[in-house]
């Protein structure tokens, strides 16, 4: 799906949109408390922002999103701020609040993902990134924001743990903790050596194996990433985000039958692993099997509703077994959500 790469691709380049949706509806005169006026307090908050001004950055945004409750972006900014500083619940959060502003903000999913794998939730990670890939799969996962890459809170942990290092040259959580502070800045290399080192000192180490393979991933190098899953199944067969995440690999290829074998195994050690019913059904609708497509997406879309390529696939897979009236309805409820290609979709059947 060009089209969804196109939106993603712009997100991370270009820092995400400059207003939500719901600022750019009206034409207000500019007044302190107009929709220009909020843009006027985005602009500040981001320029802020990229001096490394976070109380300055974090007044401006709020102001921003006082006047425009649903302003998606600021959210996101405001969120990429606690990042930086550290307050990682509180950018969670704002993440979220972007989010269900703008359920296709690509770029939010991705640093939402990443702060949770920074709190130690990698099942949420995991789940974050398998929604920024459904909308661009050709992109595993997207690339790293270049607002993180910046000075932040991040160097202070990377010297605390270099002299931790320095004391006890020989312990494995030492520099796998300084690896995750390098994955956080998306220094692949720097946290690929750290974790190598980490996972030669201690081979069972079975984070240090899925953060080296997230970071293999990130440098588009998949055939590391899948001989490190393996390498954490091998030391622990029940491990439901590397069968997961294997089956998301082997999908890029092609191999649907080893990708449904692998996310049914995910299913069967953890049946609440939700967005593996979503990369199952699509899976499931790559062989033609539309029923049993059917029957993942309604799963998927009974916990994640507001997830708009759910009900695009859904209306694809209604349309193959002729279900008109079904998939008309839920591409419409897909466009309702942002979707552009269910828009075109609409457009080019007449029925937009």
């Not at 701020?81 to 939010?108: C, H, M, W």
């Not at 290092?165 to 750290?194: C, E, F, L, N």
């Not at 694809?316 to 998939?327: F, T």
């Amino acid at each position: 799906m060009p089209l969804a790469w196109i939106i993603i691709f712009t997100l991370f380049l270009f820092s995400a949109a400059c207003a939500s949706p719901r600022a750019e509806k009206t034409g207000a005169a500019a007044g302190p408390q107009s929709p220009s006026a909020a843009k006027d307090w985005f602009e500040k908050g981001k320029n802020h922002f990229s001096r490394g001004e976070w109380d300055e950055a974090l007044g401006s945004l709020d102001r921003a999103i006082s006047i425009i409750p649903g302003f998606a972006s600021a959210y996101y900014y405001r969120g990429l701020v606690r990042t930086q500083t550290g307050q990682y619940d509180k950018s969670i959060e704002d993440y979220s609040l972007a989010i269900a502003a703008d359920p296709n903000f690509a770029a939010a999913y991705y640093v939402r993902g990443l702060t949770y794998g920074r709190k130690g939730h990698y099942d949420r990670e995991t789940e974050d990134y398998s929604r920024a890939m459904a909308m661009s799969p050709d992109f595993a996962p997207p690339g790293f924001p270049a607002e993180l890459k910046g000075k932040n809170d991040s160097d202070e942990e990377i010297e605390l743990f270099t002299r931790a290092i320095t004391r006890d040259p020989d312990s494995a959580w030492v520099y796998y903790s300084r690896a995750i502070a390098y994955r956080m800045k998306g220094q692949w290399d720097r946290a690929i050596r750290d974790l190598d080192r980490a996972l030669t000192i201690d081979p069972r180490h079975l984070w240090a194996y899925y953060h080296r393979a997230a970071a293999w991933r990130a440098q588009g190098d998949d055939t590391r990433a899948m001989e490190d899953y393996r390498r954490a199944l091998a030391v622990d067969p029940g491990l439901p985000w590397a069968y997961y995440n294997v089956g998301l690999l082997l999908r890029k290829g092609g191999h649907y039958d080893k990708v449904i074998e692998n996310l049914s195994r995910a299913l069967d050690l953890d049946p609440n692993y939700s967005w593996a019913y979503f990369d199952r059904g699509v899976a499931y609708q790559m062989q033609g099997r539309y029923d049993k497509a059917v029957e993942d997406l309604n799963k998927i879309r009974a916990v994640e509703p507001g997830f708009s390529w759910t009900h695009y696939y859904l209306a694809a897979s209604h349309l193959q077994l002729g279900r008109k009236g079904q998939a008309v309805k839920e591409m419409q409820e897909a466009a309702r959500l942002g979707n552009r290609e269910a828009r075109r979709w609409l457009r080019e059947n007449g029925l937009e």
